[in-house]
């Protein structure tokens, strides 16, 4: 007990009072338990066992509940209560305060819910020692501009309930106003409307894609779910669902489950199967385009997750595709999704359908608390849109910035940016951005307005003791992702030992794409790690053709593939970097070098999905091995005329691919897929024909033959 102080005892009716009026509203409210630590549980251990709790959670150290009802959850398994409801939440943030679990709890609460925040006054939250920073390496003695950001918030919100412990200030309850009826749970009317179009597009002409997009909590999942049934009871046969992992898509089959009632023949983890012999099946995305499985309907959950290049294949693959992606949630948002995905819709499928959900399904229109999650965490931060004559792109200033010394507006239209850039974008990033003392930022700004932003960290500089273990593989520290992983790669200590300065994000504008902006930004950056004495810029991104490209164009070169595809989004992520000085250039020299001695015999065993128009632009950046000999050229010539087995000939045709000019040449080449697929990658006849790319065997090695005549012949010389 601190300094032998007592707390107040709760007025319990006028708590009960409260979680009645909350529920008949459909609202929910934040109460905020300031001060001492044990003051905080005595208060709630005295509240807690005298008002209504119905699935209440505790998140804080398992063995320290304040009411034995609470289940005990650990903020990192948060998604696990995604699509589920609770009463009551309290928070123990003495415990730690990861802001992705905080944002995806709050989620949770049904109309009439509490959330308690257990903390320090706000006053003191720029200082206080969250034992969560320690994960994210923001666990130093500088103020956190983040907690101070929001208490600032909370401080401002008259909807947040304080209870001041140590304080003679007395608890403010609400006045809840009078509402003309009793809020409940049921369909809205906006869902109702998205089943009804689901139903009708799902039954109606080919080649008319639907999009629907949502806040977290309006019931999407749901309504796929229902639509799906009603679909498949109307006649269709066979309905496939996607996502980027099977939990996107727990609520989808709960709903079509129950909506087809006795009409299930049988359920299993991936597939419903009813009586009528139709069908509703989930397939990871890339399972989905290997097997490309006959389907009148393929429903894509959480589309922003998916890269815009498999959605594509995904659309032109079926005759009805919806799409369908949370607008503004804990864990990234669709908004950028929306926007990179138009141009393909609007050029392959002009009669796409969109559709919005606005309306909350477990609280009402009026509830306080999601404002308030949204303001603590930016979900809802956006870029004010505009147009920008291209003429003005020269007035554009490129500056250094400091987001946690920005405005409240400047710092939503910056991360609002972010957000519409990159799907991953979350509250912890906001933290790390804000909090971090190795971040380094820099905008690009016309007449007072953000059009661009560039975030990025410095990392390395490990001991030399310390870098060869990580080399090694002995060790792997927290943090410093890129030196590390060139480090335990390439097997250079060095990558590790020097310090560079990681691109963590980058996004421009939709209105100021194209101009260079991107480009500019990146140039500062690089000139800023130089002053600042740095190795060199590098970045890591989920490999695509297009990032890849703008990557190369300012100067980066790439240094390494990962093995593992990303989860999310299946992309092998990609590593690029610009050497800023002599170290730094001899390291990438060697790195580089050892890629390409490596490339051939690392393709076909871990990279065989990649995308061919990516393998074939990192090829042609690699450095040049030698040609063919003679004996070589000799074989070439007669597999060209046709007389040499494709068999006999993989090991040449291989070799060909870090030639001099041959990667530049057969980037343009109209075979390009073909033999990525076929001679880098190692694909089998039956899977090139899957793909579309060769009609069997004699007609791939014939297109491939004639590649190779009319290289021999017209080609770079070899």
């Known amino acids: 007990m601190a300094s032998g102080t007592v707390a107040p005892t709760p007025d319990a009716a006028a708590w009960r009072?409260?979680?009645?009026?909350?529920?008949?509203?459909?609202?929910?409210?934040?109460?905020?338990?300031?001060?001492?630590?044990?003051?905080a549980m005595q208060w709630l251990q005295t509240l807690l066992p005298v008002i209504e709790l119905e699935g209440g959670l505790w998140v804080g150290a398992a063995d320290d509940t304040p009411d034995d009802r609470l289940t005990g959850i650990d903020p990192a398994k948060a998604r696990q209560w995604l699509g589920r409801e609770t009463s009551l939440i309290v928070w123990d943030g003495w415990h730690g305060n990861p802001p992705d679990a905080l944002a995806a709890l709050s989620g949770t609460l049904k109309a009439g819910g509490l959330l308690f925040w257990m903390m320090p006054s706000p006053e003191a939250w720029g200082h206080f020692a969250d034992p969560d920073y320690s994960r994210t390496g923001l666990d130093h003695d500088q103020i956190h501009p983040f907690a101070e950001?929001?208490?600032?918030?909370?401080?401002a919100d008259s909807s947040v309930i304080r209870v001041k412990l140590g304080s003679s200030e007395a608890t403010q309850l609400p006045?809840?106003?009078?509402?003309?009826?009793?809020?409940?749970?049921?369909?809205?009317?906006?869902?109702q409307g998205l089943i009804r179009k689901l139903v009708a597009f799902g039954l109606g002409r080919r080649r008319r894609p639907l999009v629907v997009t949502a806040d977290r909590g309006r019931g999407k999942s749901a309504a796929l779910g229902i639509a799906a049934a009603q679909i498949l009871q109307q006649g269709r046969r066979q309905i496939l669902v996607t996502a980027p992992s099977r939990n996107n898509v727990n609520t989808l089959f709960a709903h079509a489950l129950e909506s087809l009632g006795t009409d299930v023949l049988k359920a299993r983890d991936n597939r419903i199967d009813i009586v009528s012999g139709a069908q509703l099946r989930f397939l990871p995305i890339r399972d989905l385009l290997r097997e490309k499985p006959e389907a009148e309907v393929v429903l894509v959950d959480e589309a922003a997750a998916i890269p815009v290049s498999l959605l594509k294949r995904v659309l032109l693959g079926w005759p009805r595709v919806a799409f369908a992606s949370t607008v503004h949630g804990y864990e990234g948002a669709g908004r950028g999704f929306a926007i990179r995905f138009r141009r393909v819709l609007d050029e392959k499928t002009p009669q796409w359908q969109s559709h919005t959900l606005s309306q909350p399904v477990r609280w009402a229109d009026g509830d306080l608390l999601e404002p308030l999650i949204s303001r603590l965490f930016l979900l809802g931060a956006e870029h004010s849109s505009g147009t920008l004559p291209e003429a003005l792109a020269g007035e554009v200033t490129i500056e250094p910035w400091k987001p946690a010394q920005a405005s409240e507006a400047e710092l939503a239209e910056a991360f609002g940016l972010l957000v519409d850039a990159h799907y991953r974008t979350t509250p912890a990033d906001l933290r790390q951005w804000l909090d971090d003392p190795a971040a380094r930022s820099w905008r690009a700004v016309i007449g007072g307005k953000t059009l661009g932003v560039l975030w990025g960290?410095?990392?390395?500089?490990?001991?030399?003791?310390?870098?060869?273990?990580?080399?090694?593989?002995?060790?792997?520290?927290?943090?410093?992702?890129?030196?590390?992983?060139?480090?335990?790669?390439?097997?250079?200590?060095?990558?590790?030992?020097?310090?560079?300065?990681?691109?963590?994000?980058?996004?421009?504008?939709?209105?100021?794409?194209?101009?260079?902006?991107?480009?500019?930004?990146?140039?500062?950056?690089?000139?800023?790690?130089?002053?600042e004495g740095l190795d060199f810029t590098g970045t890591s991104f989920g490999g695509s053709s297009e990032l890849h490209t703008f990557w190369a164009s300012c100067g980066l070169q790439t240094v390494r593939i990962g093995l593992q595809q990303e989860a999310t989004s299946g992309e092998y992520p990609v590593q690029m970097v610009f050497a800023c000085g002599?170290?730094?250039?001899?390291?990438?020299?060697?790195?580089?070098?050892?890629?390409?001695?490596?490339?051939?015999?690392?393709?076909?065993?871990?990279?065989?999905?990649?995308?061919?128009?990516?393998?074939?632009?990192?090829?042609?950046?690699?450095?040049?091995?030698?040609?063919?000999?003679?004996?070589?050229?000799?074989?070439?010539?007669?597999?060209?005329?046709?007389?040499?087995?494709?068999?006999?000939?993989?090991?040449?045709?291989?070799?060909?691919?870090?030639?001099?000019?041959?990667?530049?040449?057969?980037?343009?080449?109209?075979?390009?897929?073909?033999?990525?697929?076929?001679?880098?990658?190692?694909?089998?006849?039956?899977?090139?024909?899957?793909?579309?790319?060769?009609s069997g065997q004699r007609d791939g090695e014939g297109r491939l033959r004639a590649l190779v005549g009319e290289l021999l012949q017209n080609g770079p010389e070899l």
């Not at 006045?175 to 869902?191: G, I, K, N």
């Not at 390291?587 to 076909?604: D, G, I, T």
């Open 17 to 39: 009072s409260l979680q009645t009026g909350l529920t008949s509203a459909g609202e929910r409210r934040m109460v905020l338990v300031e001060g001492a630590r044990d003051l």
């Open 149 to 155: 950001r929001m208490a600032g918030v909370l401080e």
């Open 175 to 191: 006045e809840l106003p009078t509402r003309a009826s009793e809020f409940t749970v049921a369909t809205t009317a906006d869902q």
């Open 457 to 531: 960290a410095v990392e390395g500089g490990l001991s030399k003791e310390l870098a060869e273990q990580v080399a090694s593989g002995k060790r792997r520290l927290r943090g410093h992702l890129l030196p590390q992983s060139l480090a335990s790669h390439s097997g250079f200590s060095q990558a590790a030992s020097q310090r560079g300065l990681r691109i963590i994000r980058i996004a421009v504008t939709a209105q100021a794409r194209r101009l260079g902006i991107g480009r500019s930004l990146v140039a500062a950056a690089i000139a800023g790690a130089d002053r």
């Open 582 to 694: 002599a170290e730094g250039v001899s390291l990438v020299k060697q790195v580089r070098a050892r890629l390409a001695q490596h490339w051939l015999v690392l393709v076909p065993l871990n990279w065989k999905d990649l995308e061919p128009e990516l393998l074939v632009d990192i090829a042609s950046g690699l450095p040049s091995q030698c040609g063919p000999d003679a004996a070589d050229i000799r074989d070439l010539q007669n597999f060209g005329e046709g007389y040499r087995g494709f068999q006999l000939m993989i090991p040449v045709l291989r070799d060909l691919n870090l030639a001099p000019g041959f990667a530049h040449w057969l980037r343009v080449h109209t075979e390009a897929g073909l033999w990525c697929r076929a001679v880098l990658q190692g694909w089998s006849w039956p899977e090139l024909q899957r793909e579309g790319l060769c």
